[in-house]
């Protein structure tokens, strides 16, 4: 089992402040996303990095993806409280290219 | 048309009721998937449709049962289930994956047992 190791799990942060999600495994992964899933939907995409050392900007938003293809990160510049949700790295390493591995998730709350 | 619609959003049925879940895209996608999601959960693969054939049951008990009349249409149908089945069960598509596989989630149908 290929596992994507997330953390935070849980962050609590007031509107304004910085942040950073980690995203690790010790298995290559051919490329990464990132979804975020707010209560009561289902994942959105946000980004797919797949070449190593990629770094990928979404307006505050900023992914990088590790020069080994293990880990990823996700970091958030002056959150707002609209940035609320679950927050999941997922990719693809061997097996079926159907069947993405997920990470547990990191529930991230922004205080007004 | 980038979207995935689900219906019903929500379901409330007992133990010996049948009922179905329904996903649809328009996106010329032809791969779909059936997922449960526990509440602060990841996703749980559930089924893999690809060219409207099942290519993946991850060991899904049989009272769930899938079927893909076209190459739009997803259904769940849900027959003698559990309270422990009561979750968000996700529809999603994606192109063929090759080197990545970019899903599109459809919002969820919340289901109850009751």
């Known amino acids: 089992t290929q596992l994507l190791e997330q953390s935070p799990q849980f962050l609590s942060i007031q509107e304004g402040e910085n942040l950073t999600v980690y995203c690790n495994s010790s298995s290559v992964f051919s490329s990464l996303q990132w979804y975020r899933q707010e209560p009561g939907e289902g994942p959105v995409l946000l980004v797919t990095?797949?070449?190593?050392?990629e770094v990928k900007k979404l307006k505050r938003l900023t992914f990088q993806f590790g020069d080994a293809r293990k880990d990823s990160s996700l970091h958030i510049t002056a959150a707002q409280p609209g940035d609320t949700g679950l927050y999941l790295c997922a990719g693809i390493s061997g097996g079926s290219n159907y069947k993405l591995t997920f990470g547990k998730g990191t529930l991230l709350t922004v205080n007004p | 048309d980038t979207e995935v619609t689900q219906t019903p959003k929500h379901l409330v049925m007992g133990m010996t009721n049948k009922k179905s879940l329904k996903c649809e895209q328009h996106m010329g996608h032809r791969a779909m998937y059936w997922y449960k999601q526990k509440a602060k959960k990841p996703p749980e693969l559930m089924f893999v449709y690809s060219y409207e054939k099942l290519s993946i049951n991850e060991s899904v008990p049989s009272r769930f049962s899938p079927e893909c009349p076209n190459s739009s249409l997803l259904n769940l149908h849900l027959h003698a289930l559990q309270p422990e089945d009561s979750a968000l069960y996700l529809c999603a598509s994606s192109q063929v994956p090759e080197k990545y596989n970019e899903q599109f989630f459809g919002p969820g149908t919340r289901l109850t047992v009751l």
């Open positions: 990095v797949v070449t190593g050392g």
